[in-house]
């Protein structure tokens, strides 16, 4: 028996089905709501419920990010329906009109940056197009029925081929397939684009961007974007890796700096060689102490963070402490997919 879901504050309903996550509802009746990992880790999709039973078989700890809230505060991506709800949500307006398309892709080309990262170009069939937003992300539907996640390195201005920067995970099943076994010419299934990372583009604010490891993918895609549309604020970039190698595109961020005199690279090694001069340590410290020295302020910024969960997690806290409002941080963490088939 299918139930309603009612959303405060705008007014909103639509049917749910017992079997389907509040999320997967919303997104099928095209509501905006705020998501990331679609799997319980990241805390993009937490809301309030007002009224009514849920079926919530997770039992992870709610986040950092959602750390003073108050009880009722639910997973919308982890929680099913058990009666009609009223539920607290706000919805995203920037991503409202665009169409979450699931289509073959053609494997253009396959080509390594890095010893355990691997860029592919993705291209859409003919006449067909893929509206998304700089930053946002695509799942690949596999032959099981498992999805992955893969952030849209492009700016959205090119929207028949997706590049993705897909980064090798120890005894991971797609990426090993993807090194292995995935050859040019190869199909695919996507599904996208999904995620509210994704830049803000009414804002004039200073951008400061954080990337960790292939994180730098969607952080390509925004800043190509800004720059393309010739966003006026500074901008700048911070990316974390471990060795010099892990810069898989050192010399993009190079040209831009040469290019625009508003934007600034800063690369950060956490284990450099002894030849390294620039920055070291952990990425969100090197932040705090490149802003220390130039005499500015975190709070200043719009802040985008995207990389390993816990990278994400260190610099929400650490920005929080000096002084950044919550409204300015936007992050995509890198989650893995929860192990049971999602469909
Ligand atoms: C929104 C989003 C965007 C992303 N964008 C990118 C991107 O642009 N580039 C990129 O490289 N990656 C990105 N990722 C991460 C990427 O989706 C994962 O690396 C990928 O799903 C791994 O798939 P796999 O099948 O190879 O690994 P899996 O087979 O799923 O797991 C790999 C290994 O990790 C272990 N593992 C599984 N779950 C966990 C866990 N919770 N904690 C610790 N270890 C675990 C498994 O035991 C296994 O050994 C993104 C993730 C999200 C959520
Ligand atoms: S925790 Fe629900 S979308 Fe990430």
Redesign the pocket.
């Known amino acids: 028996m299918a139930f309603t879901v009612y959303l405060e504050p705008s007014g909103h309903y639509f049917d749910i089905e017992p079997d389907e996550t509040i999320l997967d509802a919303a997104l099928r009746h095209g509501h905006a709501f705020p998501y990331?990992?679609r799997s319980g880790g990241c805390g993009a999709c937490l809301g309030q419920l007002l009224e009514g039973e849920l079926n919530y078989d997770t039992n992870r700890p709610l986040p950092p990010t959602a750390r003073n809230m108050p009880r009722g505060t639910t997973f919308f991506c982890q929680a099913r329906a058990a009666s009609d709800l009223i539920i607290e949500v706000k919805e995203i307006g920037a991503v409202k009109n665009l169409t979450v398309k699931t289509l073959p892709v053609l494997v253009q080309t396959k080509e390594q940056l890095a010893d355990d990262v691997m860029r592919l170009y993705l291209k859409l069939p003919k006449d067909e197009h893929l509206r998304f937003l700089a930053g946002q992300?695509i799942d690949i539907l596999m032959k099981d029925g498992r999805r992955?996640?893969?952030?849209i390195a492009n700016m959205p201005r090119i929207d028949h081929l997706l590049e993705?920067?897909?980064?090798h995970?120890?005894?991971?099943?797609?990426?090993?397939y993807i090194f292995d076994q995935l050859r040019e010419k190869d199909v695919l299934r996507i599904e996208g684009p999904h995620?509210n990372f994704f830049l803000r583009e009414n804002s004039t604010r200073p951008l400061l961007l954080v990337a960790g490891g292939?994180g730098f993918?969607p952080v390509k895609s925004i800043l190509e974007h800004a720059f393309v549309e010739e966003m006026s604020q500074s901008m700048r970039l911070y990316w974390g890796v471990r060795g010099e190698a892990d810069l898989y595109l050192d010399s993009l961020p190079q040209q831009w700096a040469q290019e625009h005199a508003d934007f600034r690279y800063v690369p950060v090694l956490s284990e450099p060689s002894r030849r390294w001069r620039g920055a070291r340590g952990y990425v969100h410290e090197a932040v705090i102490a490149d802003l220390a020295a130039r005499g500015e302020e975190l709070s200043a910024f719009d802040v985008y963070v995207c990389g390993p969960p816990a990278m994400v997690r260190a610099a929400f806290a650490a920005f929080r402490e000096r002084g950044l409002e919550e409204a300015h941080f936007y992050s995509?963490a890198?989650?893995?997919?929860a192990?049971k088939a999602d469909g």
């Open positions: 990331g990992c992300y992955r996640s893969f952030s993705l920067h897909i980064r995970v120890e005894g991971g099943d797609f990426t090993g995620g292939t993918a995509d890198f989650e893995f997919q192990p």
